[in-house]
Nanobody
Framework: QVQLVESGGGLVQAGGSLRLSCQAS????????MAWYRQAPGKQRELVAT???????NYLDSVKGRFTISRDNPKNTVYLQMNSRKPEDTAVYYC?????????WGQGTQVTVSS
């Protein structure tokens, strides 16, 4: 079993920065990818950023240049550094891990950006 725990959410003013972290524990032996998703009220969940086992990254167009996803392999932790925050970034952010065709989700952490 794999467990994911997100942390770092909170309230930040527009233009501010926030870093989310997601630590995986349990049966970690071959991670294919880790990712951050977000879901705003009344909207569908969307993929924000991904990082694969070889370090390749991909981002939602609206966050390119502002957000950075990174991974600490020894700690099985993925981070999302969010700079130049905008009110539209307000959402619940979820961590996702893919390991050998199985997926695992964290419980989500609320991020609120005030104008």
């Amino acid at each position: 079993q794999v467990q994911l725990v997100e942390s770092g959410g909170g309230l930040v003013q527009a233009g501010g920065s926030l870093r989310l972290s997601c630590q995986a524990s349990g049966s970690i032996f071959n991670i294919n990818a880790m990712a951050w998703y977000r879901q705003a009220p009344g909207k569908q969940r969307e993929l924000v950023a991904t990082v694969t086992s070889d370090g390749s990254t991909n981002y939602l167009d609206s966050v390119k240049g502002r957000f950075t996803i990174s991974r600490d392999n020894p700690k099985n932790t993925v981070y999302l550094q969010m700079n130049s925050r905008k009110p539209e970034d307000t959402a619940v952010y979820y961590c996702r891990l893919v390991q050998r065709l199985r997926e695992y989700w964290g419980q989500g952490t609320q991020v609120t950006v005030s104008s």
